[in-house]
């Protein structure tokens, strides 16, 4: 089983604050994703890294932007909070196994944010 | 479009009894099939997935999933449930129409009764 750690777990922040929420893993896996996840509802792919200095926009559009600078790191920022912005992120990494197609995610804590 | 769909949004079942969650997907080829269980305030572990071979698979916590190409589904079971159980559950598909990314189910909330 991977090892996800997400921080900050809860974060309550002002309007027009620059945030980083981090996410790192212990496994050595490719891939990383970040999603939003609103309560009661299915996870939206904001972000995903193929690798080190890989980063690609997921399905929903987010303000949002993330790095790859190391393998086990893959933090998300976003520039200027706004309410619009209040959610769960969770992050989540996978061993990519070529020919194999999909793999399994694994995923970390979450990270609940509130934008006042 | 491709699509999972999780058509009961809550479940309501007693300590004991018996439990299956349903989820439909809408893809060609035959996909990937995970579920995933989300305890509140924490992120997602997955139960257990399908990729080829046997269509019924086990999983943790006594979870077992069965894959039905004829109907598109990958129905959730569990022949008693515990208190613990109690979270919501998420279905999720990746195929070749997704790029092998995973497309969720909205999830459905298991409430278990004493």
């Known amino acids: 089983e991977a090892d996800i750690y997400q921080t900050p777990r809860y974060l309550v922040i002002g309007t027009g604050k620059k945030i980083t929420l981090e996410c790192s893993q212990t496994m050595g896996h490719d891939k990383m994703y970040w999603y939003q996840q609103d309560p009661g509802m299915e996870l939206h792919l904001i972000h995903y890294s193929y690798g080190v200095n890989s980063t690609e926009k997921g399905d929903l559009s987010s303000e949002s932007t993330v790095s790859r600078i190391r393998t086990e790191h893959f933090p998300l920022t976003l520039e200027s909070a706004r309410p619009s912005h209040t959610s769960q992120y969770l992050c989540a990494s996978s061993d990519l196994t070529p020919g194999r197609g999909s793999e399994t995610q694994y995923f970390g804590p979450g990270t609940r944010l509130l934008v006042l | 479009a491709q699509s999972v769909t999780q058509p009961d949004i809550h479940i309501t079942v007693s300590e004991g009894a018996s439990l299956e969650l349903r989820c439909n997907y809408s893809y060609g080829a035959t996909p990937y099939l995970f579920w995933y269980v989300q305890s509140p305030g924490q992120g997602l572990q997955l139960l257990l997935k399908y990729f080829s071979g046997d269509t019924l698979v086990q999983g943790i916590k006594g979870f077992e999933a069965e894959f039905k190409r004829s109907q598109s589904s990958f129905n959730l079971r569990k022949p008693s449930v515990h208190w613990s159980d109690a979270a919501e559950y998420f279905c999720?598909?990746?195929?070749?129409?997704?790029?092998?990314?995973?497309?969720w189910g909205a999830g459905t909330k298991l409430i278990i009764k004493p």
């Open positions: 999720a598909v990746a195929s070749r129409e997704s790029n092998y990314q995973l497309i």
